[in-house]
């Protein structure tokens, strides 16, 4: 470790991608906002520490902004009073003697250079020469010392803000991928060891702030995306319970594809989403094949005196082998997308290991619940109209 220098554990371009869209060199960051500068560095350093203690941290870095010392001179209005010296004469006199002052111009053909005098290096290079710093007066010429105070002072080395608050950052390194849960034990713990003042706060940034946005998003999407699944089986059963039985394959496709992410210790993201969502879609189709076979079944054997039961055996085992291929087709085909590697290959896997996983209890569940459960409605509705029929 170098002092003033930090680790990140991260690729060059993906740690320029987070510095643009967050301003954080680390995938997830804690971003402090306030007043002061100097407070704010206290604060993250606070902050630093009470993530460092959260399980799954690797390194977490408070930036130091309010390190740099500064030449502050601050005028004596009383001495100035006394020698009739004002505060432009001070600063003349200061930017002339260290910073360099423009008193002719050069001219070389038709290139121009300023010509500016200052005082040698030995006489400005530190505190105490500055103070001889010589400042003209009526009767002569006296000490910068003698009309102002100087000193050494510590300041920022820059102030950055955000919606224009001054900020302060914490760089957060993790080694777990489950960063959801790592930001609800931060809070906590921060909350637990860190008070703020009135007017300051904190917030979790960089990758967990997209993967916050992006699930909200998500929690408006996949309902409305339910709905029109409902919709398009609607118009193709015209019926509002046919059509919920066909819906409830996709719980069928849920059940597996969360067991499989916990088995393989795969944490949310949006890939994952879009493989659950796809499962869903894959599962509904299932359930839309068992429930039309049986619709069709019913509708041709039980006019002929057939048993209900049977029927629902039947028409089961008629789509008992399309749906089994259709199921082992979309594993098979998913398989070297789990096992591959390389550039990529950690996406593919996130898409790919929902769709196994709910591929495998769609399957099970579409040919075993699902006729069961359509047997019961139609008990339930073939009674239900007899019994109409007897009071009528």
């Given amino acids: 470790n170098i002092p003033g220098l ?56 408070a930036e130091r902004v309010y390190n ?34 423009t008193i002719s111009t050069i001219y070389d053909g038709l290139a121009r250079y300023p010509l500016s005098v200052r005082y040698p290096y030995a006489y400005r290079n530190n ?46 390194t993790l080694n ?18 860190v008070k703020f003042p009135k007017g300051y706060t904190y917030n979790i940034s960089g990758e967990y702030k997209s993967l916050k946005r992006a699930n909200n998003k998500l929690m408006v999407i996949i309902p409305i995306t339910i709905f029109i699944i409902f919709l398009l089986i609607y118009f193709n059963f015209k019926s509002v319970p046919l059509s919920l039985l066909a819906l409830f394959s996709i719980p069928f496709a849920l059940v597996g594809a969360f067991w499989y992410l916990y088995l393989i210790h795969i944490t949310m993201s949006i890939a994952v989403w879009v493989g659950i969502i796809a499962a869903m ?24 005196g057939a048993d209900i039961e049977q029927i629902v055996i ?20 998913l398989i070297p997308a789990m096992f591959a590697y390389g550039t990529g290959a950690r996406m593919t896997k996130f898409i790919a290991s929902p769709m196994v996983g709910g591929m495998i209890t769609a399957t099970i569940l579409n040919l075993l619940l699902l ?3 359509y047997l019961i409605w139609k008990k339930w509705e073939i009674g239900h109209k007899y019994y109409f ?3 009528n």
Avoid: C
């Fill in 6 to 61: 930090e680790n990140v554990w991260t690729m060059p371009i993906k740690n320029r991608i987070e510095m643009t869209s967050a301003g954080l060199r680390t995938p997830i960051g804690i971003k402090i906002y306030g007043s002061n500068v100097k407070t704010l560095q206290k604060l993250a350093e606070g902050v630093a520490g009470a993530a460092s203690m959260v399980k799954g941290t690797l390194s977490a870095y």
């Fill in 68 to 101: 740099r010392p500064y030449i502050v001179i601050k005028p004596n209005a009383d001495a100035m009073g006394f020698y009739g010296i004002s505060l432009k004469n001070i600063n003349e006199a200061i930017d002339s003697s260290a910073g360099g002052k």
């Fill in 127 to 172: 505190l105490k020469s500055l103070k001889n710093i010589l400042v003209k007066t009526d009767g002569g010429f006296i000490p910068l010392k003698e009309l102002a105070s100087i000193k050494y002072e510590l300041g920022p080395s820059f102030i950055s803000s955000q919606g224009g608050t001054p900020d302060d950052t914490v760089d957060i």
């Fill in 176 to 193: 777990t991928p489950n960063m959801v849960l790592w930001a609800k034990n931060a809070k906590k713990m921060i909350n637990e060891y």
């Fill in 281 to 304: 879609g894959v599962s509904t189709e299932i359930g839309v094949v068992m429930i039309s076979i049986l619709e069709l079944t019913f509708h041709n054997d039980y006019e002929a």
């Fill in 314 to 333: 039947k028409g089961s085992i008629l789509r008992l082998r399309p749906i089994v291929m259709t199921a082992m087709s979309i594993i098979i085909g």
């Fill in 371 to 373: 006729p069961t459960l």
């Fill in 389 to 391: 029929r007897y009071r």
